[in-house]
């Protein structure tokens, strides 16, 4: 699966992209509108072709080297689930939905990947925005494919539900199939971070590492504008304290040697995990850097697509892609 060249629009952190690179494709440029994104992707990947731009104002006529592509690519900002019919696309969610689709007009990939959340899927109020995508793509000779994944079935160590749609040009559109999951087993929140929790000589770790037997949660990145990192919810808190996790902030740093973990203490007694650490629970390799403040990096990670999730999309469009398209599968 070599020679396949993508356009990352809203990269991020660089999920989406790792996840794409790691299935055999190329970039050919990646786009967002943060400076901390733009800054994680250059550090990690100085070779990429990155440019700090909003979508909403990007023409690729200034940018030649996004035509003539293989895949178009959209982790885009998670649209609201209260999305209506009635809301004329005020919503810059919603406008960068179409912006994608305006671009697959002028780039005209043989595959465009959009993820978002899992009710842009199948919610009735969101019905609206799935006849737009159709009504723009089909005509383009696009073949649809709506489907949900959990990223925990594929070896990341988070319950974390995504829509995606995956547009693929009609001749090659028969080939393509969803990717089914590979993790047989799911990888626990303390299998993941077992390494880095021993890192400083934390006597507890073991201790803690043992009880940690689930997925964590949902990460949330947070909004732009309203406060600093955070855990989400309170159903989402009270299961990190049920792994024994405090929820009211990031720590710095490993807990070290004379750090005592007993939940029985209350918050005093919690370990306070990183945003180092969240990477890892959003499938991040731990040499990926995510650049800015503590909140910052915190949005791009869990905004992020986890790179193996990507890397199973990728597999599955590039399956398709390098198909003959005079080869016909069976449905």
């Not at 406008?95 to 671009?103: G, M, P, Q, S, V």
């Not at 028969?174 to 299998?191: K, M, T, Y």
């Not at 997925?215 to 855990?231: C, E, M, R």
Request: proline share 8%; net charge negative; charged share 20%.
């Amino acid at each position: 699966m070599s020679g396949l060249s993508f356009v990352d629009v809203c990269s991020g952190a660089g999920g989406l992209a790792l996840g794409l690179e790691r299935a055999g494709f190329t970039p050919r440029l990646l786009l967002d509108n943060e400076s901390s994104a733009c800054d994680t992707l250059n550090a990690n990947r100085p070779h990429w072709n990155v440019l700090k731009a909003d979508l909403l104002d990007f023409d690729p006529v200034d940018h030649p080297e996004v035509y003539d592509v293989d895949l178009l690519a959209a982790g885009l900002p998670r649209v609201k689930s209260s999305a209506s019919v009635t809301r004329q696309s005020s919503d810059t969610e919603l406008r960068l939905i179409e912006a994608t689709a305006y671009l697959v007009h002028a780039v005209q990939p043989r595959a465009l990947i959009i993820e978002n959340v899992p009710t842009l899927v199948d919610q009735d109020s969101l019905a609206p925005v799935r006849d737009f995508l159709h009504k723009e793509l089909e005509h383009l000779g696009y073949e649809l494919t709506w489907f949900i994944l959990n990223a925990s079935d594929f070896a990341v160590p988070q319950d974390r539900m995504q829509g995606v749609l995956v547009a693929v040009k009609q001749q090659w559109a028969s080939a393509f199939r969803p990717p089914r999951p590979i993790a047989h087993e799911h990888v626990s929140v303390g299998e993941a971070l077992a390494p880095s929790m021993r890192s400083r000589g934390w006597r507890d770790a073991d201790r803690w590492v043992a009880q940690a037997t689930s997925v964590a949660p949902t990460l949330v990145g947070g909004s732009k504008t309203h406060g600093g990192p955070d855990f989400g919810p309170s159903g989402t808190k009270a299961k990190w304290r049920r792994m024994g996790v405090y929820t009211k902030s990031f720590g710095n740093e490993p807990p070290g040697p004379d750090f005592t973990w007993d939940p029985s203490l209350g918050d005093d007694g919690l370990v306070r995990i990183t945003v180092d650490q969240t990477a890892l629970l959003q499938g991040f390799p731990e040499a990926w850097r995510i650049s800015g403040l503590k909140t910052a990096r915190y949005r791009q990670i869990g905004h992020a697509t986890p790179p193996p999730v990507g890397e199973s999309l990728g597999r599955a469009v590039a399956e398709a892609l390098n198909r003959d398209p005079g080869t016909r599968t069976a449905g």
